[in-house]
C-alpha cells in the first residue's frame, strides 16, 4: 500500500525525533528506511544517526539516506575527542553518573572495558549534535550498542528514548547487553512480532509490561506488485540469508541431499555468504550436490527478487529468528514459504494456507516438506502464493506501522508527560 498521508493538524504537536541505529544505512535495514519515511508523511521531521558509516549501497534511495546520516564514526579522531570532552566537562555530574552506568554496563557484558568507554564518548558526541538540532526523543533500532549510547545520552542529560528490539541477538544475550535495564529506562520498547514483544517482557517487572508494543517490519511497496506466478516448470528452491549457523543451511543441505537421494529433481539456491560458506560448500560436495547447489554469495535486491520469482517455494531452514522480512518479501511476491516453528515466523507462514512449517533441525520433516512443496499442483502452489501476498500487505504495511508509532510517540511523549 501507499503511503499516501499528507501532514495533518497536529503535525505541529508531533516531537522532533532522531533515529540511532549502529550502521545506516545497510542493504538489510531498508525496513528502518521505509520506517522514517513513512513517519515523515505524518509529518515528523527526523534525524537519522549512525554510530559507524554505513556499508556501500547500491539503491538510490539508500544513497540519499547516507547523505543525510550523520556518523559519529566518520568524524575525524580529534573532532570526536574534543567535542566528547566539551559534552562532559560540561556537565560533570551527569558525566559521573553516566560513567557509573558504563561500568555497570561493562560489568555485565563479554565486551572489553574499552568498548563501554567508546560508548560513552559516542554518547557525548551525538548529544551535542541532538541539542544543537533540538530533537526531543531518540528512537534505537535494535537493542545492542546503539541502544546503550541512547540511554548514556539520556543520563548525560539528553532526550529520552525508546527502542525496537528484533532479535535473536538481544534475546539470546539479554544479560550482557542489559537489555532488562534499557528497557526498564526506555519510554517504550517495541517488539517486531508477538514471540518478540513476550521476550523482552521475560526482563522486566510484570507491572512494566504495558509499555511493550509490536510493530511489524514492512516491505518496500514495489515487493507488492503484481508479479508473474509460480512458473509450472519450475524446480527450484531459494532461500536468502547469511551463512550461518543461526539460519541453518547446513541441515538446509543435509534435507537436500536425502531428498535427492530418494530421486527428486530438484535445485537449491543458497543466496548470501557468510561465515559457514567453507563448510556448506564441503557439505554439498561431500553429498555430489554441486550439480544442483549453487552459492551466489551476496546479491542486489533486483537480483533477489529475481531468484525469489524463479523459486517454486522459498525455504528458510533458521534455528533463531525475530521474524525475518526475507519471508515477508517472498510471500509478498507470491511465493510459498517453507520455514520453522520458531520466534515470530508462525504469525506469517500459516501451514495449509501459505506454506510449510517445521521443527527447526528436523531433517526428515524439511526434506518431506520440500517434496510436497516440488510435487504439489502448481494451481495449489500459486493460491498459497495469493494468500501469503495478502497476509503481507495487511500486516506489513508501511503506513498502517507507522500510524502505530505515531500513537506510542504521542501517548508516551505527550507535553507535560514522562519521557523516561
Known amino acids: 500500500m501507499a503511503t499516501t498521508n499528507t501532514p495533518d493538524i497536529a503535525a505541529a504537536a508531533r516531537p522532533r525525533l532522531a533515529y540511532l541505529t549502529t550502521q545506516y544505512p545497510s542493504v538489510s535495514h531498508t525496513f528502518i528506511r521505509r520506517e522514517i519515511a513513512a513517519l515523515e508523511a505524518l509529518g515528523y521531521r527526523i534525524l537519522r544517526l549512525s554510530i559507524r558509516p554505513g556499508a556501500a549501497v547500491a539503491d538510490p534511495a539508500d544513497q540519499a539516506e547516507a547523505g543525510r546520516t550523520f556518523c559519529c564514526l566518520a568524524q575525524p579522531p580529534a573532532t570526536l575527542l574534543f567535542a566528547a570532552a566539551l559534552s562532559l566537562i560540561s556537565r560533570p555530574i551527569a558525566a559521573a553518573r553516566a560513567l557509573t552506568m558504563t561500568l555497570s554496563m561493562h560489568r555485565r557484558s563479554e565486551r572489553g572495558l574499552l568498548r563501554h568507554l567508546a560508548y560513552l564518548v559516542e554518547a557525548a558526541v551525538l548529544l551535542r549534535v541532538l541539542i544543537r538540532e533540538n530533537v526531543s526523543h531518540v528512537h534505537v533500532h535494535f537493542g545492542t550498542n546503539a541502544a546503550a549510547v541512547a540511554r548514556l545520552?539520556?543520563?548525560?542529560?539528553?532526550?529520552?528514548?525508546?527502542?525496537?528490539?528484533?532479535?535473536?541477538?538481544?534475546?539470546?544475550?539479554?544479560?550482557?547487553?542489559?537489555?532488562?535495564?534499557?528497557?526498564?529506562?526506555?519510554?517504550?520498547?517495541?517488539?517486531?512480532?508477538?514471540?518478540?514483544?513476550?521476550?523482552?517482557?521475560?526482563?522486566?517487572?510484570?507491572?512494566?509490561?504495558?509499555?511493550?508494543?509490536?510493530?511489524h517490519c514492512t516491505v518496500d511497496e514495489s515487493w507488492l506488485a503484481p508479479a508473474p506466478p509460480v512458473d509450472a516448470a519450475s524446480r527450484t528452491l531459494v532461500c536468502v540469508g547469511r551463512l550461518s549457523a543461526q539460519k541453518g543451511q547446513a541441515l538446509l543441505i543435509e534435507a537436500f541431499a536425502r531428498m535427492a537421494a530418494d530421486g527428486v529433481d530438484a535445485r537449491l539456491v543458497l543466496v548470501g555468504d557468510g561465515e559457514l560458506r567453507g563448510a556448506i560448500e564441503a557439505r554439498i560436495a561431500r553429498y555430489g550436490l554441486a550439480d544442483r547447489v549453487v552459492i551466489t554469495g551476496w546479491q542486489s535486491e533486483v537480483q533477489v527478487r529475481a531468484h525469489v520469482l524463479e523459486a517454486r517455494a522459498f525455504v528458510l531452514s533458521s534455528f533463531a529468528e525475530g521474524?525475518?522480512?526475507?519471508?515477508?518479501?517472498?510471500?509478498?511476491?507470491?511465493?510459498?514459504?517453507?520455514?520453522?516453528?520458531?520466534?515470530?515466523?508462525?504469525?506469517?507462514?500459516?501451514p495449509g494456507e501459505n506454506g510449510w512449517l517445521v521443527p527447526a533441525g528436523d531433517v526428515a520433516a524439511l526434506a518431506a516438506v520440500m517434496r510436497e512443496a516440488l510435487e504439489a499442483p502448481v494451481e495449489t502452489l500459486r493460491a498459497m502464493g495469493r494468500a501469503g501476498r495478502d497476509r503481507v500487505a495487511i500486516e506489513h504495511c508501511a503506513e498502517t506501522e507507522a500510524r502505530k508509532l505515531d500513537m506510542l510517540f504521542r501517548h508516551y511523549l505527550k507535553p507535560g508527560g514522562s519521557a523516561h
Do not use: N
Open 153 to 215: 545520552i539520556c543520563r548525560l542529560g539528553g532526550p529520552g528514548y525508546s527502542m525496537t528490539v528484533h532479535g535473536p541477538d538481544e534475546f539470546d544475550a539479554a544479560i550482557g547487553l542489559s537489555l532488562g535495564d534499557k528497557i526498564r529506562d526506555a519510554a517504550f520498547v517495541v517488539g517486531v512480532s508477538q514471540f518478540g514483544a513476550a521476550q523482552l517482557r521475560r526482563w522486566i517487572p510484570c507491572d512494566m509490561w504495558d509499555k511493550v508494543h509490536v510493530v
Open 323 to 350: 521474524l525475518p522480512v526475507v519471508i515477508m518479501e517472498a510471500l509478498a511476491l507470491g511465493r510459498p514459504v517453507i520455514s520453522t516453528y520458531i520466534a515470530g515466523i508462525p504469525e506469517l507462514v500459516r
